[in-house]
């Protein structure tokens, strides 16, 4: 299994970033994706969830900002990130499952400057 996210950078607060998450190596159509991030000295924590059937879920301080989504064919999902925040600055990652183990994309820079 193998999850390649991109898409991160450098942008001033109130920018925007679409962050991709390759996967390969799965049934890609049945799994469940989420985006995580880790602030610099904070524990990992969720940012957002899709099922196979695009049933999302968001953390509260990313509603109506973010947006998951879903592209079966292509076999990748995507973290559109609207109006961003200084608080926003974090390493990205992409997750799934396979097999009841978790597997862990490498990471993506986003940060946010005021």
């Known amino acids: 299994v193998q999850l390649q996210a991109s898409g991160g950078g450098l942008v001033q607060a109130g920018g925007s970033l679409r962050l991709s998450c390759a996967a390969s190596g799965i049934n890609f159509g049945i799994n469940t994706f989420g985006w995580y991030r880790q602030a610099a000295g904070k524990q990992r924590e969720l940012v957002a969830t899709?099922?196979?059937?695009?049933?999302?879920n968001y953390a509260d301080s990313m509603k109506g900002r973010f947006t998951i989504s879903r592209d079966n064919v292509k076999r990748a999902v995507y973290l559109q990130m609207n109006n961003l925040k200084p608080e926003d600055t974090a390493v990205y990652y992409c997750n799934t499952n396979h097999r009841d183990r978790p597997y862990w994309g490498q990471g993506t820079q986003v940060t946010v400057s005021s």
């Open positions: 899709i099922t196979s059937n695009r049933i999302t």
